[in-house]
C-alpha cells in the first residue's frame, strides 16, 4: 500500500502540464532518434542532455524529459529494421528477421503496429516490475557498507561489456581511462592531481561536457565522414488493416517477451540486445512448427520488440536503487542525475521520493503516449527518415552548443567538449566502447571514497574487502562477468550474426 501511495504522488508529479509536455516532446525526439539508423539511445540521451540545461528545466522535468526519450528510442529502432532491413540499434537487429520480410510481403503498415503493440506491452509488464522490485531492491541495499560498495562498482564494471560483448579486454581500457580522466581535480585530502595549474580542472571533469563531447560531437564526426551527402530513399507505407484477431495472436508471444526482457535489463550484463535475441529464439522454440520464423511471422515481430523494450526498464533498476548503471543509456542518464545534484541509491527513494516515482508514473503514462504516437504518425516518421542528416547537422550542434555554454558560461568547457569529441572519434575508429569511460568517470570518485572509507575503518586492513558473505558474493559475481564473454559470448553472438546487417552504433542500449 505504502508503494501505491508514492505511484499516485508520481502521477501527482508526472501528470502536470509542463511535465506532460516534456514527456510527449521526449517521446517523439526518441522515436525519431530511435528510427535514424547508427543513433541509438545512448547516443540520443546524450545529445538532448544540454538541451534540458539550456531550458532550464527542473531535475524531475528534465529526467521525465530523457527517460521518455530512452523509451522512445527503443520503440523507434525498429522502424529501420523493418522498413530498411538496417536496425536502428544492436537490440532491434533481431526484430529484422520478420519486420522486413513482412514489409516485403506489402505488410509494413501491421509490422510497424505489431511491433507498436508488442513494445508497449513489453514496457508495461518491465514498469510494473520496476514498481514491484525496486523498493525491495532499495532496502536491501541499505545494508551495504563502503566494502560491498566497493565491490558492487567492480561488479559494474566488469559486466559493462555484456556477455555477449565482442572485447572484453577494450572494455577494461575504455573503464580505465574513464578511472584516469576521474582523478583529475582536487581529491578528499586536497591534493591537486594532474591540474597542471589549470583552474578550470581544480573541480575535476564535468560528466555533461564529457557525454557531449564523446557522443553527440563524435557522432557528427562520424555523419560528417559517412552520410553527410542524402538522406534515405523513400519508402511506401500501405494502409493499416490490423484486426483483432492480429492483436490478440501475439499477446502471449508480447507478454513472455516482456518478462524475459525485464529479467534481462535487471542482470548485470545481459541487455536489451540479449533479452531480444532470448525473447526471439525461446519463441521459436515454443511455437515449433506452428510458426514460420524468417518469412514474416508477425510473432517474430512482437517477440524482439516485448523484449529490448522490457530491458530498458529493467535497466533503470539498478540504476535508481543501487546508482550502478544496467546499460549504457542508464549511464548517461546516472550521470544527469549526478549533475542535478542527485544522488542515485537507496536514499534515492526516501530523499528524492517526488522524483524517482515522478519518473516512474511518467514511464507508464509515456508508454500510452508512444503507443498512440506510434500507430498512427508512423508515416511521419518514415518521412523524416528521409531527411538529409546535412540539415539536422546544425540543429545537433546547436543544441550541444548551446547547451554546454549554458551550464558554466565558459569558453574554456566548450573546447573541453569538442577536445572529448575528437577522442570518442578515435575511440570509436579502435572499436573501444566509449560507455565503459564514462562509467570510470561517474564511478570512479565513488569507487575511491567508498574505498578509503573501507580502509579507515579497518585501520588499513585490505581483508575489509572481503569480510562479509555479500562483499564475496558480489566478488564472485564480479569474476564471473569477465569469464562469461569468453566462453558464452562467442556462442550466443554465433546464433546471433548472420541475421541483418550490423548496426553502425558502437553502444546499443
Not at 564494471?157 to 584516469?180: D, E, Q, R, S, W
Request: aromatic share 10%; net charge neutral.
Amino acid at each position: 500500500m505504502e508503494t501505491l501511495g508514492y505511484l499516485m504522488d508520481g502521477f501527482g508529479v508526472a501528470l502536470q502540464p509542463h511535465n506532460l509536455m516534456f514527456a510527449l516532446l521526449g517521446a517523439f525526439l526518441g522515436t525519431l532518434i530511435g528510427a535514424l539508423p547508427g543513433l541509438g539511445p545512448a547516443n540520443g540521451v546524450a545529445i538532448l542532455i544540454p538541451l534540458a540545461f539550456s531550458l532550464g528545466l527542473a531535475p524531475e522535468t528534465a529526467l521525465i524529459m530523457l527517460t521518455s526519450v530512452y523509451a522512445g528510442a527503443m520503440y523507434g529502432g525498429r522502424i529501420s529494421s523493418i522498413l530498411l532491413n538496417i536496425p536502428g540499434d544492436e537490440p532491434a537487429m533481431m526484430t529484422c528477421l520478420d519486420g522486413y520480410p513482412m514489409a516485403q510481403k506489402g505488410k509494413a503498415s501491421e509490422a510497424l503496429a505489431i511491433s507498436a503493440v508488442a513494445s508497449f506491452i513489453g514496457s508495461l509488464i518491465a514498469t510494473v516490475g520496476l514498481i514491484l522490485l525496486a523498493p525491495l531492491l532499495a532496502n536491501f541495499a541499505l545494508t551495504f557498507g563502503p566494502a560491498e560498495y566497493f565491490a558492487l562498482f567492480l561488479l559494474a564494471f566488469a559486466t559493462l561489456g555484456g556477455i555477449t560483448g565482442k572485447n572484453p579486454i577494450k572494455t577494461v581500457v575504455a573503464a580505465c581511462i574513464g578511472l584516469m580522466i576521474a582523478t583529475v581535480g582536487i581529491d578528499n585530502t586536497g591534493v591537486q592531481r594532474y591540474t597542471f595549474g589549470v583552474l578550470e580542472l581544480f573541480e575535476g571533469v564535468d560528466f555533461i561536457i564529457a557525454i557531449v563531447g564523446l557522443f553527440a560531437i563524435s557522432e557528427l564526426l562520424f555523419f560528417i565522414e559517412e552520410r553527410a551527402g542524402g538522406g534515405k530513399e523513400k519508402m511506401k507505407v500501405n494502409k493499416l488493416s490490423l484486426s483483432w484477431k492480429d492483436i490478440r495472436e501475439i499477446l502471449p508471444t508480447s507478454f513472455r517477451g516482456g518478462v524475459l526482457g525485464f529479467v534481462a535489463g535487471v542482470l548485470p550484463g545481459a541487455g536489451a540486445s540479449l533479452g531480444s535475441f532470448i525473447s526471439y529464439t525461446l519463441e521459436k522454440r515454443v511455437l515449433g512448427k506452428k510458426g514460420y520464423f524468417g518469412q514474416g511471422d508477425p510473432r517474430g515481430v512482437a517477440a524482439p520488440e516485448a523484449g529490448n523494450n522490457g530491458a530498458s526498464s529493467g535497466a533503470l533498476v539498478p540504476m535508481l536503487t543501487l546508482g550502478v548503471p544496467g546499460s549504457g543509456t542508464t549511464a548517461v542518464l546516472l550521470a544527469l542525475l549526478i549533475s542535478l545534484n542527485i544522488t542515485p541509491g537507496p536514499l534515492m527513494f526516501t530523499q528524492n521520493a517526488d522524483i524517482v516515482w515522478g519518473v516512474i508514473a511518467a514511464l507508464l503514462i509515456g508508454n500510452f503516449l508512444l503507443l498512440i504516437l506510434n500507430i498512427p504518425l508512423v508515416g511521419i516518421f518514415v518521412k523524416l527518415l528521409s531527411v538529409p542528416p546535412m540539415y539536422l547537422l546544425p540543429i545537433v550542434t546547436m543544441v550541444a552548443f548551446v547547451g554546454i555554454y549554458s551550464i558554466s558560461n565558459t569558453i574554456f568547457d566548450l573546447y573541453f567538449m569538442v577536445a572529448f569529441g575528437v577522442g570518442g572519434y578515435v575511440l570509436r575508429k579502435l572499436e573501444i566502447p566509449l560507455v565503459p569511460v564514462i562509467l570510470g568517470l561517474l564511478l570512479g570518485p565513488e569507487m575511491e571514497k567508498n574505498l578509503r572509507h573501507a580502509m579507515d575503518i579497518s585501520d588499513g586492513d585490505w581483508m575489509i574487502l572481503w569480510d562479509s558473505g555479500l562483499a564475496i558474493g558480489l566478488w564472485v559475481f564480479a569474476g564471473l562477468g569477465l569469464i562469461l564473454p569468453y566462453i558464452v559470448g562467442p556462442l550466443l553472438r554465433r546464433g546471433m550474426k548472420g541475421t541483418t546487417p550490423a548496426s553502425g552504433s558502437p553502444e546499443s542500449d
